[in-house]
């Protein structure tokens, strides 16, 4: 029987594995399918992260917040008065989207409201506009971040600053910081909602502060960045000076000596019929043409400065050609380029150091730029990177950006260490503008106390050699 059924068995189990084989196939192919799918998914999940991320970035000069998204209606003006906590009356204007919110938001900062009314086309605010003064804004930058660090809510510690604000336009800014952050603003964008008060620097740094939740670093760190400018800023300052009232006295001594001293000399000179030299004769010449045409002097040189000024603003071309003179002044030139070198690359390190992309770093700094010498460098090196070159081939070679600094920045990308070593830079060019300032403010005086002996020396001495030919005669 066994026998007999052997064969059957064997047919039935051949004909069992070929009704099975598609379906193993079908299963087979099934899985296969699945895992695609699962990679394709995997790897869409990372390119959409990477997407999101990038989208961050690469937007990192106009980033949309939720709020932006919403409508809003328009901004009205509204004067208020109010009794501070002192129970002393203050007067002011906000712009809202309506009464309610002028009202509730006077009294979430902690005024008690006597009125508020729409302002009249004929009230106007004196000194509402400007940037915020960067020495203040390094020290509420300061006092923010503490604030943070101590547990005290943004919104809180904003409000804090704006009440302690002494300056009208200061504690405006901060009050609209408040009311935004009330309506849910990002910092960065209620900051940037207000155009030029606050630094565009400021803004971006905020934003990545803001994507990395790292606000109270960043806020210490650009306090010491503003701080390091204000110093530079000072130290120019001091430098300029005494020059420019030196060459203001001496201005002012040469008209007087012009329009008052000599001519009281001319009268004298040609009643007693004295010979007058030739430098006598070109000071009074001198001082006749500027009695005479005075007001066309002052119109022209007006004029030039003002068409200087307009074409300097207005014109790129000229205002590249005026800087480029400048940076190849001797001494002089070294103070503009030191002092551009420290800025730029002590702003770069700032934003690699706080995880901002090259691409997107190289678009603040021309931004915050205006020296159109360094703009056409960075251009430079945004064009090189889209075309995947390394960011030192843009530096090679450039006169404006010293040696030094191209071999420090060309260590820093072979190293990894960008943003330490430019660090390094701005600290070695902030200190060579800083010895050079001095040096220069020390050879500046005796050297401008000589044009001023020179040109009063010039006209008393048109005047004395006359009077000794006169007492010659007489004696």
């Given amino acids: 029987m066994e026998i007999v059924m052997k064969p059957f068995i064997l047919v039935y189990h051949a004909v069992s594995k070929i009704l099975s084989l598609p379906t193993s196939l079908f299963k087979k192919k099934t899985n296969q399918i699945q895992e695609n799918i699962e990679d394709k998914r995997l790897e869409n999940d990372k390119n959409n992260s990477t997407v999101n991320i990038n989208t961050k970035y690469n937007n990192f000069e106009g980033i949309t917040s939720k709020t932006q998204l919403k409508s809003t209606k328009p901004l009205i003006s509204y004067r208020y008065t109010v009794l501070n906590s002192n129970n002393k009356k203050e007067t002011g204007i906000f712009d809202a989207e309506s009464e309610s919110d002028v009202r509730n938001f006077l009294t979430a900062v902690g005024y008690r409201i006597e009125k508020v009314n729409v302002k009249k086309p004929y009230d106007i605010e004196i000194g509402g506009n400007g940037k915020l003064k ?34 009208a336009m200061e504690k405006k800014a901060y009050e609209r910081l408040v009311y935004d952050l009330l309506k849910g603003e990002n910092l960065s964008d209620a900051m940037q909602k207000q155009g030029n008060k606050f630094p565009k620097l400021l803004i971006n740094m905020i934003k990545t502060a803001e994507m990395t939740g790292d606000l109270p670093t960043v806020l210490d760190d650009m306090a010491d960045y503003y701080t390091s400018m204000e110093q530079t800023r000072k130290q120019m300052i001091s430098a300029m000076t005494y020059p420019a009232v030196v060459l203001c006295m001496a201005i ?32 009074i010449g001198a001082s006749n043409f500027f009695k005479k045409n005075y007001l066309w002097i002052i119109l022209i040189v007006g004029g030039i400065v003002t068409t200087f000024v307009l074409l300097y603003k207005k014109i790129k071309g000229f205002r ?27 702003t770069f390190a700032s934003l690699l150091n706080h995880g901002v992309f090259i691409t997107d770093s190289m678009e603040v700094l021309k931004r915050i730029t205006n020296n159109e010498v360094y703009k056409k460098i960075i251009n430079k090196t945004m064009d090189n990177l889209g075309k995947g070159e390394s960011i030192s081939k ?47 403010k020390s050879l500046i005086e005796p050297f401008m106390i000589i044009v001023l002996a020179g040109i009063v020396g010039i006209i008393l001495i048109s005047i004395m050699v006359p009077m000794f030919d006169l007492y010659g005669k007489i004696q």
């Fill in 252 to 283: 002012a001594v040469l008209i007087f000596m012009l329009v008052y001293l000599v001519p009281q000399f001319v009268d004298l000179f040609e009643s007693q019929e004295a010979s007058l030299p030739a430098i006598t004769l070109f000071i």
């Fill in 320 to 346: 590249m050609n005026v800087q480029k003179i400048l940076m190849h002044l001797p001494v002089f030139g070294n103070i503009i380029i030191y002092n551009e070198v420290a800025n730029f690359t002590k």
């Fill in 394 to 440: 843009a530096f090679k070679g450039e006169w404006a950006f010293p040696i030094v600094a191209y071999e420090m920045l060309v260590t820093g990308e072979n190293t990894g260490q960008l943003g330490l070593m430019m660090e390094k830079v701005a600290s070695h060019f902030q200190s060579l503008h800083k010895s050079l300032i001095n040096q220069v």
């Fill in 134 to 167: 960067v020495s203040t804004l390094a020290f509420s930058l300061t006092q923010l971040s503490t604030y943070i660090k101590a547990g005290i809510s943004l919104v809180d510690a904003v409000r804090i600053i704006s009440r302690q604000s002494r300056n």
